[in-house]
């Protein structure tokens, strides 16, 4: 497994603002990938972060909404733009360090927005 | 659409005895299955995967997987309450990281 770290760990923010989410991963890593966890829902996968170029969203989610940073292979970021109530979520930041597809996930930032 | 399906429960054991937590998947492509544990307020921790058809025991917990059936269970033996918590099934495709996880079944053993 890997060491997988976040921040922040929560955080409040106002409605029409952003905000930057960090994930530090204490190895390299090629696949990296940012889930969100609705209060009481399971995990949806937002994106795919690749390394060196831009990264694949998932349906339903827009780059210019979540847009992502993965400028090596042990960090990444996924920024939450001009956010609303709905954007009140657990956003996870997940890697793949596993022969069989096994996903590891960082602690998770959990976010308000009022 | 690849779904995951779960029983949402609350499913209540009392303490010392077997929990039995189920999942179907709908597509035929799934390679391998994911569970996993959250805690309230925690992230999901990896228990155990499983990709060949049959049981595979860890410690308490044993998956079964039947690709026939499009199922996969997880045994917990000797339940604790300190495994209550949110159990999360997960299924990938042969050749994709991503995981397409099911909504998850809440656990809760009683002392």
């Known amino acids: 497994s890997a060491v997988i770290s976040q921040k922040p760990s929560r955080d409040i923010c106002q409605r029409g603002t952003s905000l930057t989410i960090q994930c530090q991963v204490d190895?390299?890593?090629?696949?990296m990938f940012w889930y969100r966890q609705q209060p009481g829902q399971s995990l949806t996968l937002i994106a795919t972060?690749?390394?060196?170029?831009?990264?694949?969203?998932e349906s339903g989610f827009v780059i210019d909404k979540f847009p992502i940073s993965r400028p090596n292979l042990t960090f990444s970021t996924l920024t939450v733009s001009n956010m609303s109530p709905e954007d009140s979520s657990i956003y996870l930041c997940?890697?793949?360090?596993?022969?069989?597809?096994?996903?590891?996930f960082g602690e998770g930032s959990r976010l308000t927005v009022l | 659409q690849k779904e995951v399906e779960q029983n949402s429960g609350p499913l209540s054991v009392p303490e010392g005895a077997i929990a039995s937590l189920n999942c179907t998947y709908s597509?035929?492509?799934?390679?391998?299955f994911f569970w996993y544990r959250q805690y309230s307020g925690k992230s999901p921790e990896l228990i155990m995967f499983?990709?060949?058809?049959g049981d595979k025991e860890d410690g308490r917990f044993t998956a079964q997987l039947n690709k026939a059936s499009q199922y996969v269970s997880l045994l917990i033996r000797d339940s604790q309450p300190s495994d209550s918590a949110t159990y999360l099934c997960?299924?990938?495709?042969?050749?994709?990281?991503?995981?397409?996880f099911g909504k998850g079944t809440k656990l809760s053993v009683i002392p």
């Open positions: 997940s890697v793949a360090a596993g022969g069989h597809g096994e996903l590891f």
């Open positions: 190895s390299q890593v090629t696949m």
């Open positions: 972060a690749n390394q060196g170029s831009e990264a694949t969203y």
């Open positions: 597509d035929r492509g799934s390679q391998s």
């Open positions: 499983i990709y060949s058809n």
């Open positions: 997960a299924v990938n495709t042969a050749g994709s990281y991503q995981l397409t």
